[in-house]
């Protein structure tokens, strides 16, 4: 690892083709085959020698082609190390505040298939909300050093977890940090979508310019997928749920977590009428897709199917609910292309439920606390 002392030394050009050239080292084959193979300490260095030399080059254009040249997947075997050492580098770079990292990462999940985006999220998540307790907190406060990087990690553990199964519901820690972040600026989830130069055609199999439409499924789907989890009921009829606190005492409620995530998705929604009007989008890019909306009310459907529903009445309408609100605004802001009787059809579909007739109502009123029942 004598790069350390050509980083201190060499011009910008050879620096950056240094770092290159030992970055690239262990992923020209697969771990397993990779003669060379680092030790952890070798390892450490060699990510600490990418974290200082991302945060010394002041060429953002520079940063980024290394940063690509490094880590865009190459779809052989070596994407296993690739991915495995880019979870590393970015995880010890929220523990440090690298920024410069953090936004080159940022990047890197906007232009890469989302199959790669949500292995770079789990990574994150095993490290700062599963692994060590109280480590979320150094997670979390990378929201006011990169806001950018934030979005993309909203949308993609969106993606990861959506709630088919147990495994795939959202961790407390996870789901209260992000919870915070849009309560504290909802712009936030809109930080990609307004920062980047869009066509009414967006690729597919990458994250979305938002994470709304995961969000939405998270609140939608969340009533459905708890009831799923719980134990059975206790003789008297009740459930017994588990309600954590977290250092200071007070109480994170996941149900109640939901309800707060699903009325700032809301308030989003709500925005979206003047900004997709200010890029020349409105009634041209949906960013909520009624594609995947389909999908959405087929897993509503097997949930409740799954449920026995005289014994998930109130979780079934508290989702149904949701998802009617959430079409309705969505629908009015422009955010959701589609016509009434597409979203008829759609609706009908549905289990019997007093929201089927939601979203037909006439545009909702200015949102405020209240103005949503069931929410």
Known sequence: LEVASICQTADPLAISGSVLALGRAPLQQPRSTFSGRLNSLQELQLLEIMCNYFQEQTKDSVRQIIFSSLFSPQGNKADDSRMSLLGKLVSMAVAVCRIPVLECAASWLQRTPVVYCVRLARALVDDYCCLV??????????????????????????????????????????????????????????????????AANLP?????????????????????????????????????????????????????????????????????????????????????????????????????????????????????????QALQVAMASGALLCTRDDLRTLCSRLPHNKAHTVPFLPPPPPLGVGKFPGI
Request: glycine share 4%.
């Open 133 to 198: 307790p109280g480590s979320v907190q150094t997670l979390k406060q990378i929201f006011s050093a990169s806001p950018r990087f934030c979005c993309q990690f909203i949308t993609s553990v969106t993606a990861l977890y959506d709630l088919s199964s147990d495994d795939l519901i959202p961790p407390l820690d996870l789901l209260e940090m992000i919870v915070s972040w849009i309560f504290e600026d909802p712009r936030l989830i809109l930080i990609t979508f307004l920062n980047t130069p869009i």
């Open 204 to 324: 597919i199999g990458f994250l979305e310019l938002t994470p709304l439409t995961g969000l939405i499924r998270w609140c939608v789907k969340a009533p459905l997928a708890y009831k799923r989890k719980k134990k059975p009921s206790l003789s008297n009829g009740h459930v017994a749920t588990k309600v954590t606190k977290d250092s200071g005492g007070m109480d994170r409620d996941p149900h109640l977590l939901y309800s707060k995530l699903h009325l700032n998705v809301l308030q989003v929604l709500m925005m979206l009428q003047v900004h997709l009007t200010e890029k020349n989008l409105y009634g041209r890019l949906g960013l909520v897709l009624f594609d995947h909306m389909v999908p959405l009310v087929e897993e509503i459907n097997r949930l409740a199917d799954e449920l026995n529903p005289l014994n998930a009445s109130q979780e079934i309408e508290l989702s149904l609910d949701r998802l009617a």
